[in-house]
């Protein structure tokens, strides 16, 4: 059987699967990877894992080799840009590197616009040809599909959507410009709303979520600041809805437990400031994404098939 | 020779122009369009100007019409909805009745949309593939092209960037949003901050230009409007950096002689506020477009070339 191996190189993570054309998962690898060892135990355990899966399945069936990777990626050199968790792979002919140790062809991409082609494919986007996906974690990341392609921009840096602007005059972020989405909407703009609202000194959003679970004082406060959570997410989804007119937007990530907390603040905010959303409501849904940490690896597998 | 001829149904003003493959302007015919006079007016206005161009230039080489329309386009549908000059056009099948008149092919398009698409094939963004045009004009609108084609939305929405929130709290819009790009940064915008400021109650655009030409307190004010005008399309831009990492952000409309006013403070905005644009500042240009009014011209008779 006809299959390709998608290889997710998280944050602490580095996992393989072999899955086959209709997305079916045939075998999975999973380990926690050797980042502090340096790049030649991260290349070696990528090609361990890869090999793995390529004997056990047969070298007859195989069709190519799809790597989701954090940082930015130039797809034409093929190598990573920007990329904080793996310093020593920035500008190191990566994909190059891995083809060359198994002699297959490597397609090499960003992670969030992995996972985006992940949900794409068997995911909560099935079906869906034009999907803007959010991933809510410690950072906030983005993937943009149109016409059933990522959006890659000319230096692979599209998709920043983290980084729009929700409050012109908010808190100042790491990348120079005040008031990102990512300073108002992920889990550590969580954790900084707890501290500062005195509910605790390292609370982490899982926290904030159980907190908001609970009556009383704390929990107002807790809830308080998923509401804030949703009406920043509302803000920039509100501006994608205007800019994209596409049918799907998509959230994903750590944050997702505490929907029932955030989405209707978000929700609103959409509706009262997108008259594009108004005006399609029906046809224009956002939405949990449904494959969870394993969107990327499935994502990572459809690039060879995709690219053809 | 081959031809197509290219039909800009704009607010005032009905024009159409004979464009061969090269993009050569052949032949161009411009009117006051009869906008009070109804449907049967303008539409035989229409049907009188391409059937003139194409009498003309001969039959033969006649490839197809492509028509530039204020509104929203249902490209499948071939009509209009929400055209506020045209009402009586909204929901008409314009694409089928202009087709049926004239047996010939017609390609129905936004009139922004159009425009980048002229600017793409014969203007400022000429072997440019991804762009992204803001039209400054009473409102603000905008068109985006990916890999060479327009992103339409499945409503043919797509592209609303003058309701971008750039103030979450700032000056309520039309379309129920507040901070609205258009409210801070349209020529619209910039009369009323005039009259705010007490430079005057009727005062143009144009004329806040000429105010900032001159000396004193007049011009200070004049001038700080521009820099209003420009923060906030820095604003909006740096977030569209940040989403599409395109090479080419166009600017066009009756704002633009304005440049030398606003663009200095756009520019430092976009640089503070988009880590993509300061890490690609060679690589991606925020310029004037070049084809002035001309450029939804150029683009309806590009349509029946790109659409095949």
């Known amino acids: 059987m ?76 093929g190598f990573l840009t920007n990329s904080n968790n793996l310093p020593y792979l920035e500008n190191f002919p990566l994909r190059d590197e891995i083809s060359r140790r198994l002699d297959a062809r490597v397609i090499l991409e960003n992670d969030a616009k992995a996972a985006a082609l992940g949900e794409k494919w068997m995911g909560a986007g099935r079906g869906v040809d034009d999907l803007v996906l959010l991933t809510l974690g410690t950072g906030i990341g983005g993937a943009i599909i149109s016409g059933g392609r990522l959006i890659r921009g000319y230096v692979g840096m599209a998709g920043e959507l983290g980084h729009c602007t929700v409050v012109p005059n908010g808190n100042p972020c790491g990348c120079g410009n005040q008031g990102c989405l990512e300073k108002h909407a992920s889990a550590t703009a969580v954790s900084a709303m707890a501290r500062l609202m005195h509910l605790g000194d390292a609370l982490s959003s899982k926290d904030v979520y159980e907190l908001a679970r609970q009556p009383g004082e704390a929990g107002d406060k807790a809830r308080d600041i998923w509401r804030v959570v949703g009406e920043a997410l509302g803000i920039a989804l509100a501006t994608l809805v205007n800019t994209f007119n596409f049918p799907l937007y998509l959230l994903s990530g750590g944050m997702l437990p505490a929907w029932e907390f955030f989405a209707p603040h978000m929700l609103r905010t959409v509706e009262r400031r997108s008259y594009t959303y108004r005006a399609n409501q029906t046809g224009t849904r956002i939405a949990q994404a449904a494959l969870g940490n394993e969107a990327g690896l499935y994502g990572a597998a459809y690039l060879p098939w995709l690219e053809g």
Chains 1, 2 share one sequence.
């Open 2 to 77: 006809d299959f390709c191996i998608g290889l997710d190189l998280g944050g602490t993570n580095l996992r393989a699967a072999a899955i086959d054309q209709s997305g079916k998962m045939l075998d999975k690898i999973a380990g926690a990877t050797k980042y502090t060892e340096g790049r030649e135990a991260v290349l070696d355990e990528m090609v361990t894992a890869i090999a793995t899966l390529r004997d056990r399945h047969g070298a007859a069936g195989f069709r190519g080799i799809g790597v989701g990777a954090p940082g930015f990626i130039r797809i034409q050199e």
